[in-house]
Each structure stands twice: as structure tokens, then as C-alpha cells.
């Protein structure tokens, strides 16, 4: 029951300062931002909003100076439109998802190439030993009649 509304006012919380944002603030160093995740404790007092930003890393920190400023107006504005009656303190906090994706991304791309180089070697490659190692019936005879 907890775990519900906890997700239910992270989302709420989410969308009040995505609109919030879209509507824009009246600071020059807010780049573009997007909130991509809202996690409230389960005390529901404190809610750490994830965002990232689209841009090179000095908007990325400016933005995040921005939002850091800001953090009691857009509490206000929680407020406003939530209906509880503690308003939990907002924490933004820069999101590694982009970072991350990159990382996983390359990575796939070295496994990929050295996917290739193996079977380029594999392509050229011969047994060790014989081509069939098993044994069949036919060789059991063979045995057998040669003792």
C-alpha cells in the first residue's frame, strides 16, 4: 500500500515539474532539461528528482545550478498542486543514464569486433585431430575382426 503511493506521488511529482520546466524558468543557465525519474523515501519527506541535459558538460552544470536555486519555487509549486500535507524537499540529481548507455554501447561494439575476429580465425582453422572422433559400429567390426 505504501510502495503505491509512494509511486503514485513520485509520478505526480514528475509531471508537475516537467510541466513546471516546459513552461520555463526565468534563469539564462537552465538548458534543456528532462526529468527522467522521481523516487519519494518511503516517509514520503524527501523526493530525489533525476534529470539529464541535453548539451555539452558547462550546461550541464549550469543547468544543474539552476535547478539547485530554484528548488523552492518548484517545491511551491508541488505544493500547490499536490494535495498532502507535508511537501517533500526536492534533491535533483544529475542522471547517468546517457553516460552509462554510452559506456554499454561501447562495450557491445568491442565484443562485437572481437566476435568477428574469432570466427575469421575460426574460418581458417582445421581439427586437431580427426574429423570424426567419434566411434561407430563400423569400427567396433573392424576391431573385432582384426583380433
Do not use: C, W
Not at 514528475?14 to 522521481?38: H, Q, S
Not at 534529470?51 to 528548488?71: K, N
Amino acid at each position: 500500500m505504501a510502495g503505491e503511493r509512494q509511486a503514485r506521488l513520485a509520478d505526480r511529482i514528475r509531471v508537475i515539474l516537467a510541466e513546471r520546466l516546459e513552461k520555463g524558468l526565468r534563469d539564462p543557465r537552465l538548458g534543456f532539461v528532462t526529468i527522467t525519474d522521481v523516487r519519494v523515501s518511503g516517509d514520503l519527506q524527501h523526493a530525489s528528482v533525476f534529470y539529464t541535459v541535453l548539451g555539452t558538460d558547462e550546461e550541464r552544470v549550469a543547468s544543474g545550478a539552476a535547478l539547485a536555486s530554484a528548488t523552492g519555487l518548484l517545491r511551491k509549486e508541488v505544493g500547490r498542486q499536490l494535495n498532502v500535507r507535508l511537501v517533500p524537499t526536492l534533491e535533483f540529481i544529475p542522471d547517468a543514464l546517457p553516460e552509462s548507455a554510452g559506456h554499454i554501447a561501447d562495450l557491445l561494439r568491442q565484443a562485437r569486433e572481437r566476435d568477428e575476429e574469432v570466427a575469421r580465425l575460426a574460418a581458417g582453422a582445421s581439427h586437431a585431430g580427426e574429423a570424426d572422433p567419434y566411434r561407430r559400429d563400423e569400427d567396433e567390426d573392424e576391431d573385432a575382426d582384426a583380433s
